[in-house]
């Protein structure tokens, strides 16, 4: 019989601690990858041009925003899961999900840990190494030492040793845990905790180390209970931002779990089957959802489009029965190229935004990424999405084992080529559960103890850094890109929502552009060899022209020069 672990203290009331109990807190923590300095770079490269504004007005709205929340009314598709477990059982909660949750709220959730949950619920899904993981429970044990902790989510795949990197944990669940973590939860709090070791994927710390039930059961898609979405209308999720927002959040949809194809840098858990929903489930899915006011849905699964006959029957079907929704998606241009109906039944069906993981223009590179495009149908088939009114987001990283300045230039023409409305660009990551860092020695690839750096014989981790930054800032000068980084679009459009209300008017879309001229400017300032000076007077050049367009800002929005 395990030792039962429920937080039973009274709450303490330190000053601005909130008075309420709850029985479970739940942190869905979306942290940049450390490894990830590009992205970093960009967004303190935003911080800086907004600085630079001339208008006080401007620089006001930089300061008053705490910068790294993010889209904080949208939430993910897994804390609304485990809020709907949680209901299910009649628990209290209090959920956070947001980017970079401790340096944007860390204080709050201070506040929170000190008033003493009964349990505290972790996810790890947007984790992809133990050691920011690890970083995250220092803090929660630093305020809490004695809170019970539940973790689960795809860090337990990647990191089979995890229980023994973090032993202050006091659960892990393994596998699907949507169904298994309100049952755990319901014993600890109601029934002391009986049953605990015979729940399957559960793993709790005893005296002597670990135990528990190690078979993982996998849940069946089609019957699992439909996310119940309304809760963030309603519930304590990032202190109700969502009921707030003047923008109905956006519904997460998964329509398949799992992947049917094995690129060798994806980490995507080798343990976690294909499987399909029903055509059936998906569209009852979407008549919930839509009957609880939500219009805009985001198919959350690795790729929509594959299989390709499922998601033209899923397709078909919401043009049928006349849903009346919009939604984004992932998609392979493979899938596209090869059924060309598709794109039609898309549009058709309320598709306005796909994201398309082409990764590099350079078919060598493609060969050794075991993705096999071909680019020049990719091309023609990215530019029918955009003709058709889809807006396209390509998905390239520079760095993969091979990668050379020719293949780097391969990839600058394929985007030249589409004049994409978006792209997301990146630097390679060697994540612990793809192949090519199972396979180093075939890939002649070394990787650092910490993950931090790799080397191969084309190219090494800082210098892949380098050209990244070299790729984006020759990116935002070409006058022959209309494309824009897809961070930068996100992070903007927080501030100017006038981007996403004038959809892609030339007018607007020229003004974007410069804005992100103006980061690559800040970007090369912070990076490389360039005098403060000349930097200063490039930006204030740009900014005079930027505020000229009358039309990008807002009728209410007063400007003052500071």
């Not at 709205?61 to 910068?67: G, I, L, Q, S, V």
């Not at 994201?355 to 078919?363: H, N």
């Not at 293949?407 to 630097?427: H, P, Q, V």
């Not at 007077?537 to 990008?552: C, G």
Request: proline share 5%; with cysteine; aromatic share 10%.
């Amino acid at each position: 019989m395990p030792r039962v672990l429920v937080n039973k203290k009274k709450p303490e009331k330190p000053e601005g601690a909130d008075s309420g109990k709850i029985d479970v807190l739940v942190l869905h923590d979306r942290p940049y990858d450390d490894r990830e300095e590009f992205k970093e770079s960009i967004v303190t490269s935003i911080r800086g041009f907004l600085d630079r504004a001339p208008v006080r007005e401007i620089r006001t709205k930089e300061e008053n925003r705490n910068w790294d929340v993010g889209a904080d009314a949208n939430i993910s598709l897994v804390s609304v899961m485990l809020a709907t477990g949680l209901e299910s059982i009649g628990a209290s909660y209090k959920i956070w999900d947001m980017d970079n949750l401790v340096r944007c709220v860390g204080s709050k959730v201070i506040v929170d840990l000190l008033n003493r949950p009964r349990l505290l619920a972790i996810s790890s899904s947007h984790y992809s190494n133990e050691r920011q993981f690890s970083e995250l429970i220092e803090f929660v044990r630093k305020w809490d030492p004695d809170v019970p902790i539940i973790v689960g989510g795809q860090l337990l795949r990647i990191c089979p040793n995890i229980e023994t990197i973090i032993p202050t944990v006091n659960y892990f669940v393994h596998g699907d845990g949507e169904h298994i973590f309100p049952k755990l939860v319901d014993l600890l709090l109601n029934h002391d905790g009986v049953g605990i070791d015979k729940l399957p994927g559960v793993v709790f710390r005893t005296p002597d180390g670990f135990d528990g039930n190690r078979n993982i059961e996998l849940v069946d898609i089609n019957a699992m209970e439909i996310p119940r979405w309304d809760l963030v209308l309603k519930k304590n999720f990032n202190e109700f931002a969502p009921a707030h927002s003047p923008i109905m959040p956006m519904v997460f949809l998964e329509e398949i779990r799992g992947c049917m194809y094995k690129c060798s840098f994806c980490s995507y858990p080798l343990d976690n089957p294909f499987r399909l929903k029903s055509v059936d489930r998906i569209i009852r899915e979407i008549r919930q959802y839509v009957d609880w006011g939500f219009t805009h849905f985001n198919f959350y699964s690795a790729l929509f489009t594959s299989p390709p006959k499922h998601c033209r029957a899923v397709l078909k079907r919401i043009i049928a029965e006349d849903l009346g929704i919009t939604f984004s998606c992932q998609a392979r241009a493979d899938n596209l190229y090869k059924n060309p109906d598709l794109l039609q039944l898309l549009r058709e069906a309320g598709c306005i935004h796909m994201s398309i993981g082409i990764e590099s223009g350079d078919s060598a590179q493609l060969r050794r990424m075991r993705k096999r495009l071909n680019i020049e149908k990719s091309i023609q088939i990215m530019q029918q999405a955009q003709e058709n009114g889809i807006s396209v987001v390509a998905n390239i990283f520079l760095g993969f084992p091979g990668e050379t300045q020719e293949s780097m230039e391969n990839s600058y023409r394929f985007i030249l080529a589409c004049n994409l409305w978006g792209i997301y660009l990146s630097t390679f990551v060697v994540e612990n559960a793809s192949e090519v860092f199972r396979k180093r020695e075939t890939f002649n690839l070394e990787v650092s103890e910490d993950g931090r750096s790799w080397r191969h014989p084309t190219m090494d981790s800082e210098e892949a850094e380098r050209e990244t930054a070299r790729f984006f800032i020759r990116l935002a000068r070409d006058p022959n890109l209309r494309t824009v980084l897809w961070v930068i679009q996100w992070r903007l459009t927080r501030f100017f929502p006038q981007i996403v209300k004038s959809g892609q008017d030339p007018m607007i879309w020229n003004t974007l552009r410069k804005m992100q001229e103006g980061i690559a400017n800040e970007l090369e300032y912070n990076r490389f060899d360039i005098g403060a000076k000349e930097h200063a007077s490039r930006q204030e050049v740009l900014w005079k022209d930027i505020l000229n367009n009358q039309r990008f800002f807002s009728d209410d929005e007063k400007l003052g020069v500071a």
